[in-house]
């Protein structure tokens, strides 16, 4: 079994998001392609590393990561001012 891991670059990256698994908020710190595997065949999978607003970190799977509320207000203000 393969310990390795790669560091996988996401568009929200260091920005607030939200896991809709859980619906916890925080800063998303790093997206990892990770083996997750227990046994002795390798099942890969991409996690994202959440960062709660106590400081811990944790994971979900990333496809569970979406942009947090107040990014998406953010974000509809600016689309509004450039158009």
Avoid: C, K
Avoid at 28 to 54: C, F
Wanted: hydrophobic share 40%; charged share 25%; proline share 2%.
């Amino acid at each position: 079994m393969s310990e390795a891991y790669e560091y996988v670059p996401h568009r929200l990256l260091h920005q607030r998001v939200r896991d809709i698994a859980s619906g916890t908020e925080g800063v998303l710190m790093a997206v990892i392609n990770e083996n997750v595997s227990h046994a002795a065949i390798e099942r890969w999978m991409e996690l994202a590393y959440i960062r709660g607003v106590s400081g811990r970190e944790f994971t979900t799977a990333v496809t569970n990561v979406e942009p947090a509320q107040d990014q998406l207000r953010i974000v509809g203000r600016r689309d509004r001012r450039n158009a």
